[in-house]
């Protein structure tokens, strides 16, 4: 049972700050009215990837959690990233700062990869489940610079 409490709380968190992020944003989205670059996504595809990597994302730092390899400078990058993934949606769809958010997000990129190598090093598998989430945040990144040089 203790094992279960673990993984509900460290997947809730992130589902339910994606969730509420999503909702924050709901009424700002413009992604359907801006010119797309190549390679982009139906719009469709957002929320479904995005609960995937949340999920993953618990599920890893679960796993870390559940043995005890959880130190303050872990804890810190982990829910750093967490707080910088949800205000770039806030910064590129609310305040529509297309430039300001391309920084954001690369800034995101460096502490997932940071993350990604504290995670590995504690255990291989909670570091490599990661590695979906940098993929994606990789081709956010490459989209959102695409956005600004489209839509000004």
Avoid: C, H
């Amino acid at each position: 049972m203790q094992k279960f409490k673990i993984y509900f709380k460290t997947i809730l968190i992130p589902v339910l700050i994606g969730g509420i992020v999503g909702i924050l944003i709901s009424g700002s989205m413009d992604y359907n009215y801006l010119e797309k670059p190549f390679l982009s996504p139906p719009s469709i595809l957002f929320p479904i990837v995005w609960t995937i990597l949340y999920i993953l994302m618990g599920i890893s730092y679960g796993i870390l959690k559940e043995k005890k390899l959880i130190d303050p400078e872990t804890k810190l990058i982990y829910y750093l990233q967490l707080f910088v993934n949800a205000m770039w949606s806030i910064i590129f769809f609310i305040f529509k700062w297309r430039f300001f958010a391309f920084l954001w997000i690369i800034l995101l990129d460096i502490l997932v990869i940071i993350m990604i190598n504290k995670f590995y090093n504690k255990d291989k598998l909670a570091g490599l489940l990661q590695i979906p989430y940098l993929i994606w945040i990789l081709f956010a990144t490459y989209l959102n610079l695409a956005f600004y040089l489209l839509n000004g």
